[in-house]
């Protein structure tokens, strides 16, 4: 009977596959929710009794990818202990049905939750001017350009693209001083660059000069200084040789929009993938540090949209062997994979986030080191059997 039909066998276990994975999603959904009511009762409960999709809305599905994936996990091993204890996987390896027809059904099902996955974190792809609309709040602000320039803003207010109190420094390319500005109000425009306003200019000696206002194109202009012994010890001194003052000065050949420096200020954990690969894209330096958390959030998400694939071939690793299936061993194995899963985890988030490994390398190495662990384990199972 189990050689002519094989499909009723992989339907059995399908269904069994699928209904033990709604139950593991509706019971962490479960417990998820009752650590929500405990910190935010009143919210749960309004939700609750007038628009309970909401609620699913806001809370479970922007949780679905780590729900589902030990959902996947905890029904891929259930299905196979509950099976066993009828002696049924057993008997399959027995006879001639071959049993990567029930292995590669939980398989084809772990894929199809993980498009699901996928569909459910672009369901909200950001609009074109999304980081135009952004809401940012006004605070200080630092910048350091590629032209090596470094601003300080005591204040700067993004909606009106308008800062406070700025000091500017210009260094050249070896890291010596070239000119200092201190304003009282600038002003970032697309179009017309930056404008300075009431605000004092120093000029340090250099090589070609020193850079000084240009007040008839409101810009910044190079003028020459004559060769001399005081301009010669001017020049190794760190006292400016030039100091003046502006009403209004334009420096419309710096390109250097100050949004982006309040994206990186955003929580990457608050957006979604599409909101992040905006972000970093957009960013003037792509070799900055703090693109890293954004980059390994970025791997993240998209890693954990696929992990359901994943986590059920380290499941169907664990319990498919040739061996009898005993709970104690699966306890001791599960519970192993999670404090090495844990431990790696956590590391390479903190190396991660500062961009000291690559973020895809971060976020696959926890489940590398879940699966050493079960093969070194399941390697001692057969030796001593």
């Not at 009977?1 to 509706?26: A, D, E, N, T, Y």
Request: aromatic share 14%; glycine share 4%; net charge positive.
């Amino acid at each position: 009977m189990i050689q002519r039909c094989p499909w009723i066998l992989v339907k059995r276990w399908s269904k069994m596959w699928i209904v033990l994975f709604f139950f593991s999603v509706f019971f962490l959904s479960s417990i998820l929710l009752l650590f929500l009511l405990s910190e935010e009762y009143e919210k749960i409960i309004r939700l609750t009794s007038e628009n309970p999709f909401e609620l699913i809305l806001t809370y479970i599905f922007p949780s679905f990818s780590w729900l589902s994936s030990i959902s996947c996990f905890s029904a891929t091993i259930l299905t196979f202990v509950f099976l066993e204890r009828h002696k049924e996987w057993s008997t399959l390896k027995s006879c001639s049905v071959c049993p990567m027809w029930i292995i590669g059904a939980i398989f084809l099902l772990s894929i199809f939750i993980s498009i699901i996955n996928l569909v459910l974190i672009y369901h909200k792809s950001p609009s074109t001017d999304f980081l135009d609309k952004q809401n940012l709040n006004r605070t200080s602000l630092k910048i350091k350009d590629s032209n090596n320039w470094v601003w300080y803003f005591q204040d700067f207010d993004p909606e009106q693209k308008k800062g406070i109190n700025l000091q500017l420094y210009i260094y050249d390319d070896q890291g010596k001083n070239v000119a200092r500005i201190r304003c009282e109000k600038a002003y970032w425009d697309q179009e017309n660059g930056w404008r300075l306003e009431s605000g004092i200019f120093w000029s340090y000696q250099t090589k070609k000069g020193i850079l000084i206002p240009d007040d008839s194109n409101d810009s910044l202009a190079w003028v020459p200084v004559q060769k001399n012994y005081f301009m010669e010890l001017g020049r190794n001194q760190i006292a400016p040789l030039r100091k003046s003052s502006f009403h209004s000065l334009r420096i419309g050949e710096i390109d250097v929009n100050p949004l982006p420096y309040f994206w990186v200020k955003k929580n990457p954990a608050d957006l979604g993938p599409g909101e992040i690969a905006s972000i970093i894209s957009n960013y003037p330096d792509q070799n900055s540090a703090s693109l890293s958390p954004f980059r390994y959030k970025y791997a993240q998400l998209m890693f954990n949209a696929l992990s359901c694939t994943i986590v059920t071939t380290l499941a169907l690793f664990l319990v498919s062997g040739n061996y009898l299936i005993k709970v104690e061993f699966l306890v001791r194995s599960i519970i192993c994979g999670l404090v090495i899963f844990y431990l790696l985890k956590v590391s390479c988030l903190k190396l991660g986030e500062k961009g000291l490994i690559n973020p895809w390398i971060g976020v696959i190495l926890p489940l590398m080191g879940v699966l050493i662990s079960f093969a070194l384990l399941r390697r001692s199972k057969l030796m001593k059997t």
